[in-house]
């Protein structure tokens, strides 16, 4: 069954310091690759998408993530993170048999940022 | 980039009560959207696939006569919790795509008390 695994529950980093966030997957096709971000008590805004193509994929906010089909990983990274990155992570596969849009999520993860 | 809007964003009702949840795509029409719920600290799980003209599609483990999904127009989709107990207390999020699009909108959320 397709799954998404998001190693890390919370993360704290210092602002000014380099993130990654660390995403697997389990799917037997060529998956489609979000990574979403949500503020306490918001919806979901998307910060990337990966399709095809180039593996490195870049997104808003100054993120990428980089898709390695061998490792079955989709990293969000960030090269210096700031206090307003502070929010809740979330990597997602979208399963081609109901569309591109019926999204499995990981499990989370909560970013927090020392000032 | 597309809008999609949820009413209400909170909301508190009695035991027992029904309450209605709307999901609008704004600037585009959605020919399917999708209904997701999830708990304090945790991730998102699909409830059910709304497709405009024809009956939902549930996930496993969700009680359709519970969680009623209406997809009367191209733009609007509903889900009313039906006899709700305390134990639906949930944030519940819609997302919609356009047709042929391979993106998903999410909504605000809705904050769902019983009490």
């Known amino acids: 069954a397709q799954s998404v695994t998001q190693p890390d529950i919370h993360i704290t980093v210092s602002e000014g310091a380099s993130l990654e966030l660390r995403c697997n997957y389990s799917y037997g096709a060529t998956p489609y690759l979000f990574w979403y971000v949500q503020s306490p008590g918001q919806g979901l805004q998307l910060l990337l998408k990966y399709f095809s193509g180039d593996t490195l994929v870049q997104g808003i906010k100054g993120f990428e993530a980089e898709f390695k089909r061998s490792q079955s990983s989709f990293n969000l990274r960030k090269p210096s993170v700031h206090w307003s990155d502070a929010a809740e992570y979330f990597c997602?596969?979208?399963?081609?048999?109901?569309?591109?849009?019926?999204?499995?999520f990981g499990a989370g993860t909560r970013l927090a940022v020392h000032p | 980039g597309a809008v999609v809007s949820q009413h209400p964003s909170r909301v508190i009702c009695k035991s027992g009560t029904s309450v209605k949840i709307e999901c609008r795509s704004l600037d585009f029409q959605a020919t399917t959207m999708f209904w997701y719920r999830q708990f304090p600290k945790q991730s998102l799980m699909l409830m059910a696939t709304?497709?405009?003209?024809?009956?939902?599609?549930?996930e496993q483990g969700v009680e359709k006569d519970k969680f009623l999904i209406n997809h009367a127009s191209l733009t609007l989709s509903t889900l009313t919790v039906t006899s709700a107990h305390p134990e639906d207390s949930s944030f519940y999020i819609c997302?919609?795509?356009?047709?042929?699009?391979?993106?998903?909108?999410f909504g605000q959320g809705t904050r769902l008390t019983v009490v």
């Open positions: 709304s497709n405009e003209g024809s009956k939902a599609t549930y």
């Open positions: 997302s919609a795509s356009q047709t042929g699009g391979s993106e998903a909108f």
């Open positions: 997602a596969v979208a399963l081609t048999s109901g569309g591109y849009n019926k999204l499995i």
